[in-house]
């Protein structure tokens, strides 16, 4: 079974950036520009693709 996440392991693969920083930099703020969120059900990681931008990470405006 996988170990928990640390908080720094989870801000690594999702990002910390304010919407407003991520937006500015021309990436989804909802994602951090990933395109997917990390998500962990029942121990098992599964990467979801973002609803905001349908995965390719862009702003949309």
């Known amino acids: 079974m996988p170990h928990?996440?640390?908080d720094?392991?989870?801000e690594a693969q999702?990002?910390?950036?304010?919407?407003?920083e991520a937006t500015a930099r021309?990436?989804?703020w909802h994602c951090n520009g990933n395109g997917a969120h990390f998500?962990?059900?029942g121990g098992v990681q599964r990467r979801v693709p973002c609803p905001e931008c349908k995965g390719d990470g862009k702003a949309r405006r």
Do not use: H, I, K
């Open 4 to 6: 928990p996440m640390t």
């Open 26 to 28: 021309g990436l989804c």
């Open 39 to 41: 998500t962990a059900f």
């Open 8 to 10: 720094e392991e989870w």
């Open 14 to 20: 999702n990002g910390s950036l304010s919407p407003a």
